[in-house]
């Protein structure tokens, strides 16, 4: 997993205008606990070493330390091995998909979801961000009704659909939507259509469930 070499991208690279890149494994069918991190080598080299142990040191004296080489330098310790692995397996399952098929397949469920959503709750629903499929991700946060995520949580997961409920990680973003918490759906390549039906089906339910 380890890169061998620090090299900076080629000018034709979308990443030649990024100084850091990371992503979380488990958002991407790997295991918990692991990402990467991708950083213009200049700035990497510039930045002090945050954590010490065995692989990140070159020289070692009573006065201090030397970290070695990037990448080494910011990767003490043993790593987590099997995490690694599974990164690798969750890249190599992906890639053999194709990432421009899982997008297509996001932003197909994406559309539905609008569509659907919005027909069948019109104003009662709010849904956060753009109304416009290939503007946003397989992510929908959206309130019903004045039912607090939480409580819509509690009847969605008794009808088996499983949302997230909460400011998730965003409190800036909440405060400047002046909601406290949202629901949050998602999709993804493991979904299909009737999932956004036992979803729209699973609200209408929270919303008889909050009026009896």
């Known amino acids: 997993m ?3 070499t620090c090299r900076t991208p080629p000018p034709t690279s979308p990443r030649s205008t990024w100084d850091f890149l990371a992503f979380s494994a488990h958002k991407m069918c790997g295991p918990t606990g692991i990402g990467v991190l991708w950083g213009r080598c200049e700035l990497l080299d510039a ?8 692989g990140m040191i070159l020289d070692v004296r ?16 043993t790593p987590p091995i099997a995490e690694a692995v599974g990164l690798g397996a969750a890249i190599d399952y992906l890639g053999d998909i194709g990432m421009d098929r899982v997008r297509a ?23 956060h961000g753009p109304l416009e499929p290939e503007l946003r991700g397989g992510v929908m946060s959206f309130a019903y009704r004045d039912i607090h995520p939480h409580d819509m949580s509690q009847i969605l997961n008794s009808r088996h659909v499983c949302i997230r409920p909460g400011h998730h990680c965003a409190k800036p973003l909440m405060r400047s939507l002046g909601v406290g918490a949202t629901a949050r759906a998602s999709w993804y390549i493991y979904n299909d259509t009737n999932d956004i039906d ?15």
């Open 198 to 212: 036992a979803l729209s089906d699973a609200i209408e339910s929270s919303g008889e469930f909050f009026a009896a």
């Open 2 to 4: 380890r890169a061998s």
């Open 62 to 77: 009573t006065d201090g330390f030397t970290p070695a080489d990037l990448p080494a330098k910011f990767e003490a310790g």
């Open 47 to 54: 930045m002090p070493a945050f954590l010490g142990g065995g």
């Open 105 to 127: 397949h996001e932003a197909r469920l994406t559309a539905y979801a609008l569509r659907v959503l919005r027909e069948r709750f019109g104003d009662d629903l709010t849904i």
